[in-house]
């Protein structure tokens, strides 16, 4: 599945409020949508908090309506949500039920229903604040609409500012090898830097924007389009044309349907570089004379 290139990647700066990408690989593992937390959870094993000492008590039937919600394809978003709902009714206090409310959270996602999937992020949060995998896509999600309100960019900040914290000793979860731990935590805290940038972006703080996008598109093997185009659009604000140019021009090198409006976009750029240098050349020579 490539929402992007179903959705469009540049409804973030053209007339649609809201941006939506796909998710980024660390949320894909194995062809499912599968946070590191989580890892072991599509095997039908309980996802236990850090520290854990032992397996939850299961009621009856919960490990098997756990299983069979998971057996459902990630694209068949409706009932995902349905299962998820009868399951998180039936078992409100179950080991499973974060992982539950985590997978709604990015099923209403799909759905671009956007209040629904932050209510159930909420709602995992609420039984494990640490689950970095909920906190760093929701919190890369809010501020790619236009229509973010203050509130709910204060939430994404906290939540990506959070991850960022805990990344760095996030105990490997079972079944899953230090490799692929490693990759995972080197894409999200990538992503958590872009939603940071977009954060500074809706609040017009555009050093805060290029700093946090220049570290989401630094080493990044496979870097979201939309980070450069916000990341040379901040630096346009700020009269730094020649180095939005570049970001540009990065933009328009990947892959997909935002090529040409990121090139036109380089070229502006350019344009505004040679007119600014000419502009200061003028006013150097008038003072000489």
Same mark, same amino acid.
């Given at each position: 599945?490539?929402?992007?290139?179903?959705?469009?990647?540049?409804?973030?700066?053209?007339?649609?409020?809201?941006?939506?990408?796909?998710?980024?690989?660390? !949320?894909?593992?194995?062809?499912?949508?599968?946070?590191?937390?989580?890892?072991?959870?599509? %095997?039908?094993?309980?996802?236990?908090?850090? $520290?854990?000492?032992?397996?939850?008590?299961?009621?009856?039937?919960?490990?098997?309506?756990?299983?069979?919600?998971?057996?459902?394809?990630?694209?068949?978003?409706?009932? %995902?949500?349905?299962?998820?709902?009868? !399951?998180?009714?039936?078992?409100?206090?179950?080991?499973?039920?974060?992982?539950?409310?985590?997978?709604?959270?990015?099923?209403?996602?799909?759905?671009?229903?956007?209040?629904?999937?932050?209510?159930?992020? @909420?709602?995992?949060?609420?039984?494990?604040?640490?689950?970095?995998?909920?906190?760093?896509?929701?919190?890369?999600?809010?501020?790619?609409?236009?229509?973010?309100?203050?509130?709910?960019?204060?939430?994404?900040?906290?939540?990506?500012?959070?991850?960022?914290?805990?990344?760095?000793?996030?105990?490997?979860?079972?079944?899953?090898?230090?490799?692929?731990?490693?990759?995972?935590?080197?894409?999200?805290?990538?992503?958590?830097?872009?939603?940071?940038?977009?954060?500074?972006?809706? %609040?017009?703080? !555009?050093?805060? @924007?290029?700093?946090?996008?220049?570290?989401?598109?630094?080493?990044?093997?496979?870097?979201?389009?939309?980070?450069?185009?916000?990341? $040379?659009?901040?630096?346009? %604000?700020?009269?730094? !044309?020649?180095?939005?140019?570049?970001?540009?021009?990065?933009?328009?090198?990947?892959?997909?349907?935002?090529?040409?409006?990121?090139?036109?976009?380089?070229?502006?750029?350019?344009?505004?570089?040679?007119?600014?240098?000419?502009?200061?050349?003028?006013?150097?020579?008038?003072?000489?004379?």
């Amino acid at each position: 599945m490539n929402l992007r290139s179903a959705l469009g990647a540049l409804a973030l700066i053209s007339t649609a409020s809201v941006f939506v990408a796909a998710p980024p690989p660390a !949320f894909a593992q194995g062809g499912d949508l599968c946070p590191i937390k989580q890892f072991s959870d599509l %095997r039908g094993k309980p996802s236990l908090s850090s $520290g854990s000492a032992a397996v939850p008590k299961l009621v009856p039937g919960e490990e098997n309506a756990y299983k069979a919600f998971f057996k459902l394809k990630p694209e068949d978003t409706a009932q %995902r949500l349905q299962a998820g709902d009868v !399951f998180v009714r039936k078992f409100p206090d179950g080991p499973f039920t974060e992982a539950v409310y985590s997978q709604m959270s990015m099923a209403a996602y799909q759905q671009q229903d956007f209040p629904k999937m932050e209510e159930y992020a @909420a709602k995992a949060l609420a039984i494990n604040p640490d689950d970095v995998t909920v906190m760093v896509f929701t919190g890369w999600v809010i501020p790619h609409s236009s229509e973010a309100a203050p509130e709910q960019l204060d939430t994404a900040e906290k939540y990506e500012k959070r991850v960022l914290v805990l990344l760095p000793t996030y105990a490997r979860p079972a079944g899953m090898t230090d490799q692929e731990l490693a990759a995972a935590k080197i894409q999200y805290e990538a992503q958590a830097h872009s939603g940071l940038g977009l954060v500074d972006y809706r %609040r017009n703080d !555009f050093p805060g @924007a290029v700093a946090e996008l220049t570290k989401a598109t630094s080493g990044n093997a496979q870097p979201d389009p939309a980070d450069y185009f916000v990341l $040379g659009s901040s630096l346009n %604000r700020l009269d730094r !044309f020649t180095d939005a140019a570049t970001a540009f021009d990065s933009c328009s090198k990947i892959p997909g349907g935002e090529q040409s409006v990121c090139q036109r976009n380089a070229d502006d750029a350019r344009k505004s570089a040679a007119s600014a240098s000419s502009s200061a050349a003028t006013k150097t020579t008038s003072a000489k004379l």
